[in-house]
T-cell receptor
Framework: GESVGLHLPTLSVQEGDNSIINCAYSNSASDYFIWYKQESGKGPQFIIDIRSNMDKRQGQRVTVLLNKTVKHLSLQIAATQPGDSAVYFCAENIAGSARQLTFGSGTQLTVLP | NAGVTQTPKFRILKIGQSMTLQCTQDMNHNYMYWYRQDPGMGLKLIYYSVGAGITDKGEVPNGYNVSRSTTEDFPLRLELAAPSQTSVYFC????????????FGSGTRLTVV
């Protein structure tokens, strides 16, 4: 089965609200995590990453939280905008795996006007 | 820089036909990957390469072949196409040093009928 999974397949939020997208992983040897955004008809685009020796990392309007105790990852998007509507994937790298990323099935984020 | 370029963008194949999906990158990345994405699903690794002349199987290699004769190019060959190979195919590359993230191409949408 997949090592990386998502709690919710779809998420709808009002424009201006904050969004939280969750991801569970099962491999304790995962040492690096990435969030990607995929707009319809396009390839995934990098959003933010975090190493396993960190528990929080912030970017522009995005924050990733890592809880290694429960093997949980979340992506927080502040002041969600219509352009944030997309599918969001978390991906993990397992140490020693030749930098192979394992992807979850994705969460469809829809921003409501 | 063009980044990662995939051709063609769309293709319809008949069962039993063969084709090659092209992927080229101009970032001098050592690592290259082929993923497939089925509708509503995450990306699954087909093959990867850590450098010219070196390739290895990923999670779902059956029905595919790859070669890596140069750093820039990583073509994916489908022999005897089957309906189960209907998918969107993404090529990606990575430096192999430092940052673990991938740069993705825009994808090839393949339909086998």
């Amino acid at each position: 089965g997949e090592s990386v999974g998502l709690h919710l397949p779809t998420l709808s939020v009002q424009e201006g609200d904050n969004s939280i997208i969750n991801c569970a992983y099962s491999n304790s040897a995962s040492d690096y995590f990435i969030w990607y955004k995929q707009e319809s008809g396009k390839g995934p685009q990098f959003i933010i990453d975090i190493r396993s020796n960190m528990d929080k990392r912030q970017g522009q309007r995005v924050t990733v939280l890592l809880n290694k105790t429960v093997k949980h990852l979340s992506l927080q998007i502040a002041a969600t905008q219509p352009g944030d509507s997309a599918v969001y994937f978390c991906a993990e790298n397992i140490a020693g795996s030749a930098r192979q990323l394992t992807f979850g099935s994705g969460t469809q984020l829809t921003v409501l006007p | 820089n063009a980044g990662v370029t995939q051709t063609p963008k769309f293709r319809i194949l008949k069962i039993g036909q063969s084709m090659t999906l092209q992927c080229t990158q101009d970032m001098n990345h050592n690592y290259m990957y082929w993923y497939r994405q089925d509708p509503g699903m995450g990306l699954k690794l087909i093959y990867y390469s850590v450098g010219a002349g070196i390739t290895d199987k990923g999670e779902v290699p059956n029905g595919y072949n790859v070669s890596r004769s140069t750093t820039e190019d990583f073509p994916l060959r489908l022999e005897l196409a089957a309906p189960s190979q209907t998918s969107v195919y993404f090529c990606a590359s990575s430096t192999g040093q430092g940052w673990y993230g991938y740069t993705f191409g825009s994808g090839t949408r393949l339909t086998v009928v």
